[in-house]
């Protein structure tokens, strides 16, 4: 019964491949996001859906593309993975786009080697 | 554009209370929250409070929000061990969550 799940949880992969993280919720919540979080453990927005409609597109490099097939689901895919994509990435949903409490996954552990 | 600060380490006795401390700039946040982090974890909400409330106690925390100085802070009382972790500040004002850079707060035996 778990709330956000992202899957997988650890992820290594060589330069230059194409990887996707997936990212499910069972909440019923209209807002699903995309956080990065380096290795200082800075987090920061990167990409915000809402009724699988973009509404945020923060400074990120165009080879992350989000996909949102439905409410409930935001893919994160990686193309041409570079050596700084290394981080962990959160996915969070929200009841709507003022939301009063995000719930995060797990997080996936990238590293590109 | 919006900032919020926190300070990085906090090392306390395990018994003893703990203060992490922060500071925004957006004057018109609608909710500040208070996250927490596992090793090898996801981000836990611990609580949020409105903008317009003063404070807001559960349990062994207590939030603490200063409007005018943009401070907000959170007490853990009786800290335990298992209060080891990153607590993360966060405002919004209808938009994606702004994060702090996190307090590592150390629980010493």
């Known amino acids: 019964d778990t709330a956000v799940s992202q899957t997988p949880k650890y992820l290594v992969t060589q330069m230059g491949n194409d990887k996707s993280i997936k990212c499910e919720q069972n909440?019923?919540?209209?807002?699903m996001y995309w956080y990065k979080q380096d290795s200082k453990k800075f987090l920061k927005i990167m990409f915000s859906?809402?009724?699988?409609?973009?509404?945020i597109n923060e400074t990120v490099p165009n080879r992350f593309s989000p996909k949102s097939p439905d409410k409930a689901h935001l893919n994160l895919h990686i193309n041409s993975l570079e050596l700084g994509d290394s981080a962990v990435y959160f996915c969070?949903?929200?009841?709507?786009?003022?939301?009063?409490?995000?719930?995060f996954g797990q997080g996936t552990r990238l590293t590109v080697v | 554009g919006e900032d919020v600060e926190q300070s990085l380490f906090l090392s306390v006795r395990e018994g003893d209370s703990s203060v992490i401390n922060c500071t925004y700039t957006d004057s018109s946040s609608t909710y500040l929250y208070w996250y927490k982090q596992e090793p090898g974890a996801g981000l836990q909400l611990l609580t949020y409070i409105f903008s317009n409330m003063d404070m807001k106690q559960d349990q062994r925390l207590t939030v603490l929000l200063n409007k005018k100085d943009k401070h907000l802070s959170l007490r853990i009382a009786d800290t335990q061990t298992g209060d080891s972790a990153i607590y993360f500040c966060a405002e919004n004002d209808g938009t994606p969550l702004v994060f702090g850079k996190g307090t590592r707060l150390s629980v010493i035996a």
């Open positions: 969070a949903s929200s009841q709507d786009r003022v939301f009063t409490e995000a719930f």
């Open positions: 909440l019923g919540h209209d807002t």
């Open positions: 859906y809402n009724n699988k409609e973009l509404i």
